[in-house]
C-alpha cells in the first residue's frame, strides 16, 4: 500500500486549506484513514481519523472544531479541511492507513497505523 498525502503549501494565518490522500489500488471498506502531523521539533500527533465504510470519525481533542475529516467514496480519497489556520497549525501532514480490522473505532495512536505516507509540508504566516 502505498499512500499519497497532497495539498500542502503556504497559508496565511486565517486561512483554509484542503489536504488529500489517495492510496494506491484505492481503499478498502474495513480501512481506517487517519492524518497525524508533525510541528518542527514536537513529535508527532494524531489528528484525526476515520472508517472507511461507516464514516465514523475519531478527533484529537485540541482539534475539534476547525479540522474535519471526510471521504470522497468518488475519488477514493480521504480529506482533511482546516479552517481558519493558525501559525501553531504549521508542520507536515502525514496519512495513514489502519489495514489490520483490529479496531471498531478509527484508532488514535500511531503504532495503531501500519501504512505510511511521505507527507504534506504546511507553513502559515501569521
Known amino acids: 500500500v502505498q499512500l499519497q498525502a497532497s495539498g500542502g503549501g503556504f497559508v496565511q494565518a486565517g486561512g483554509s486549506l484542503r489536504l488529500s490522500c489517495a492510496a494506491s489500488g484505492g481503499i ?4 481506517h484513514m ?10 508527532r500527533e494524531f489528528v484525526a481519523a476515520i472508517n472507511w465504510r461507516s464514516g465514523r470519525t475519531s478527533y484529537a481533542d485540541s482539534m475539534k472544531g476547525r479540522f474535519t ?9 480521504v480529506v482533511l479541511q482546516v479552517t ?8 507536515v501532514y502525514y496519512c495513514a492507513a489502519d489495514t489490520t480490522d483490529n479496531w471498531t473505532r478509527p484508532p488514535v495512536r500511531e503504532g495503531d497505523y501500519n501504512y505510511w505516507g511521505q507527507g504534506t509540508l504546511v507553513t502559515v504566516s501569521s
Open 28 to 31: 478498502f471498506a474495513r480501512w
Open 34 to 43: 487517519g492524518w497525524f502531523r508533525q510541528a518542527p521539533g514536537k513529535d
Open 69 to 77: 475529516i471526510s471521504r470522497d467514496t468518488a475519488k477514493e480519497m
Open 84 to 91: 481558519t489556520l493558525i501559525p501553531e497549525d504549521r508542520g
